[in-house]
Every structure is written in structure tokens, then in C-alpha cells.
């Protein structure tokens, strides 16, 4: 009797099968910000330059745990590999933004997470394709800034100021991963000179203090 209503149940969570869809191409997207020559202000800890290629791509954003029947999806983004008549297909992206599918014990591995177009019910897709746990919950559609195999960015990043010397941080990030070997952080005085440099890049420092600096870009990386 036990193993009739644990096979009835599971039936019950699966709603059918379906073809995993491969249709969609993300955009890469050349970002270089803040402009040169505008006046800019960080934060400590943020962004004062950025270069570098990302990926563009539309995604579905989830803010909160959700539970799908015996899966559970953790925050971040999913974003999409394509569609088409029923269904929606989203990636498991990974990194440090994207989010994932946790199975239950009795559950087939998640392949990808489909929206059923009739109805915006979130599904998991296995990897035997049998689409299962389809769900009503919040999600958002957003456009999805992201690093990909194909990306590259540098970036310096502002660290503070103590007395006349401010410290700003260079990173690069390659392929979703930041280089430790192309980490580097630098410190500047300022009595000697307001303008700054690193890997081709010239700033010119118009204010510093321990919680924000205000500066303009002349050039970006080379």
C-alpha cells in the first residue's frame, strides 16, 4: 500500500514531457564607465573605473527561496537558453548572482527551470526532460548584466585615503572568476600629484576623504 501512494504522489508532481529549447543568443556588450571626462564620485569599496565585455541576456530573477514539490530554487537569476509553444527554459547559471535547483531525496537531478506560458507556474525540467513541481510564484523578468567563458574586465576600486596617500585596487575579472595574479592594490600620495595611474588608465583626483572620492577619468585602460 506504501509503494502504490509513494508512486501515486509522485505522479501526481509531474505534469510532462517536454523538449529542452536552445533558441535564445545573448548579446556581449562593451561597457566602459564612468565616461571620460565626467565627474564622478565613489564610495569606499566601490567602482571608479570599469572596462571590459559582458553578456546582455534576459533572465528571470527570483528574490526569495521557492519550494516546486520536493525542489527548491535559491535566490538570484536564471537565465534563458530559449523557448517555445508551452514554455520558457532558464539556465542554471551559477557564479556569485545566478541561482540554483536543490532536488529533494526522491526527486530526479534538475536539468533547467521552464515558466509555463499559459500560466507563469514555475517548473523544474529533469534530466530525463519530464517537465515536474510546476508552481505559482514570484519571479521578475530582467535583463541580466553577466560574466561569461568569453568576458574580460578590469577594474579599479576605491579603498580609502589615510593622511595624504589614498589606496585604490585593481582587479581583473576573466571568465566569471576574479585573477589573483592580476590583483594588485596601490597607494597614491597626493602631495605629489592629483593624477593617478594604472595599466594606462589616468585619473584625475578632485577630492579624497574616507568615505567617498571625487574624481574625473582622462583615460581608460589601454
Not at 49 to 61: E, R
Not at 112 to 119: G, I, P, T, Y
Not at 131 to 139: M, R
Amino acid at each position: 500500500m506504501k509503494k502504490l501512494l509513494l508512486v501515486s504522489a509522485i505522479g501526481f508532481s509531474m505534469v510532462g514531457c517536454a523538449t529542452p529549447s536552445y533558441n535564445y543568443t545573448p548579446t556581449t556588450q562593451e561597457i566602459n564607465k564612468p565616461p571620460v571626462g565626467v565627474i564622478s564620485t565613489a564610495s569606499l569599496g566601490d567602482h571608479m573605473l570599469t572596462q571590459g565585455l559582458m553578456v546582455q541576456q534576459d533572465a528571470i530573477y527570483i528574490s526569495d527561496m521557492v519550494k516546486l514539490g520536493g525542489y527548491k530554487l535559491t535566490s538570484g537569476y536564471f537565465a534563458k537558453q530559449g523557448e517555445d509553444e508551452k514554455y520558457e527554459h532558464y539556465k542554471v547559471s551559477g557564479g556569485s548572482d545566478g541561482g540554483t535547483i536543490i532536488k529533494g531525496v526522491l526527486n530526479d537531478p534538475p536539468m533547467s527551470l521552464v515558466v509555463r506560458q499559459s500560466d507563469n507556474a514555475l517548473c523544474v525540467m529533469t534530466v530525463f526532460n519530464v517537465v515536474a513541481s510546476c508552481n505559482s510564484a514570484p519571479f521578475e523578468r530582467k535583463n541580466w548584466s553577466s560574466a561569461s567563458k568569453n568576458s574580460f574586465q578590469q577594474t579599479l576600486i576605491y579603498n580609502g585615503k589615510v593622511g595624504q596617500k589614498i589606496n585604490i585596487g585593481y582587479r581583473e575579472f576573466s571568465s566569471d572568476l576574479a585573477r589573483p595574479a592580476f590583483n594588485n592594490d596601490v597607494e597614491y600620495d597626493l602631495s605629489e600629484s592629483k593624477q593617478i595611474g594604472y595599466k594606462g588608465a589616468l585619473i584625475d583626483v578632485l577630492d579624497a576623504n574616507n568615505q567617498e572620492i571625487k574624481y574625473k577619468v582622462i583615460k581608460s585602460f589601454k
